[in-house]
């Protein structure tokens, strides 16, 4: 028996959410159970209403707002416990067209991939302007150069998750899941792929994209901090080289210079140099260190993913 559950994070959403749910399918090929989970993440308004109105099976209320990146990781959690071998997750705006969650699923269920990223047709995008069409393409260029990946849109949040990638999951940033969950599979080795998918028209504007430039600084933070958490040998090396090269030209000009008898000692650029290279050298350090700290995480998660199979596992055979 494979049951599906189509995930939904919702904050004050009761102008959309009758008509997302209303697209929603109950039966789907290849499925044997479709459930509805919706996430309330702290709304102010009818949204629980609307979605008890509408069928929904599940309801996780929090008391208060605590951003779509806990809303998206407390679905999985509830997901995995209601005996979800497949997760769906979808906006409460409509935005992604319910009609493609077969095409979503189908790479998890011929066991080709693990998650599956709904690519959407970003130039075709009416609403979307030309700088965050550019943005778009940037950030997900970068987030393929940072998880190993090929997800052209690594923003969306039309996305569909085995059992088992799920149980693997862990999103730290607050801000939104999006990012940081395609650079943990990728660096995890999990198979991820990604299918061409439709949108709808355009509801309302975005609660994640407030502004440009803060949802650029959010991101590359985001980016940032992930690549560092999965690869820190990798960061602080390549960050520790461009001192350590500075110094090192200085340092060589310095000896250049004194051989070569010039009546000046260029003491200062022997002490810049001197500072670059300590830095290098530093950072390359911090860099040995994460990577020790790197292998507790590891299996810190391994433990984490016992415990959750044993625990997730028993309640599904009940």
């Known amino acids: 028996m494979t049951k599906l559950i189509i995930q939904i994070p919702c904050y004050n959403e009761e102008a959309t959410l009758g008509l997302t749910l209303s697209e929603l399918p109950r039966k789907l090929p290849g499925v044997d159970t479709v459930e509805w989970l919706v996430i309330n993440d702290g709304s102010i308004d009818q949204t629980v209403e609307v979605a008890k109105a509408c069928g929904v099976d599940h309801i996780i209320s929090f008391d208060y707002n605590q951003g779509l990146a806990k809303a998206f990781m407390a679905g999985i959690d509830a997901c995995l416990k209601a005996g979800a071998d497949i997760i769906v997750n979808t906006d409460a705006d409509n935005q992604y067209c319910a009609g493609d969650i077969p095409k979503l699923i ?12 709904g690519a959407r047709p970003i130039q075709q995008i ?12 940037l950030g997900s260029w970068v987030v393929r150069i940072a998880s190993n990946t090929n997800i052209p849109d690594a923003p969306s949040g039309f996305r569909a998750v085995s059992r088992n990638a799920a149980m693997q ?17 990728g660096q995890k080795g999990m198979a991820i792929a990604s299918v061409p998918i439709r949108t709808n028209g ?13 949802y650029i600084q959010r991101s590359i933070l985001t980016i ?15 960050l520790g080289m461009v001192p350590f090269s500075l110094g090192f030209i200085l340092g060589v000009r310095w000896l250049i210079l004194f051989f070569a008898g010039t009546p000046k000692s260029h003491v200062p650029s022997l002490v810049l140099a001197a500072i670059l290279l300590l830095i290098g050298f ?3 350090i911090f860099g040995l260190v994460a990577d020790l700290m790197a292998v507790n995480r590891k299996l810190l998660e391994d433990i984490q993913l016992r415990q959750r199979r044993a625990e997730i596992g028993e309640q599904k055979k009940v």
């Not at 009416?126 to 393409?137: G, N, R, Y």
């Not at 999951?169 to 940081?180: A, D, I, R």
Request: charged share 20%.
């Open 126 to 137: 009416k609403h979307f302007s030309p700088t965050k069409k550019i943005l778009q393409k």
């Open 282 to 284: 530093q950072l390359w």
């Open 106 to 117: 189908e790479p998890i269920l011929k066991g080709e991939a693990e998650i599956v990223i």
């Open 169 to 185: 999951l862990n999103v730290f940033n607050p801000y939104t899941y999006t990012l940081e969950m395609i650079i943990q599979a």
């Open 224 to 238: 940032i901090r992930i690549f560092m958490t999965y690869q820190p040998l990798q960061f602080f090396t390549s």
């Open 202 to 214: 355009y509801l309302r504007p975005s609660r994640l994209v407030k502004s440009i430039p803060s």
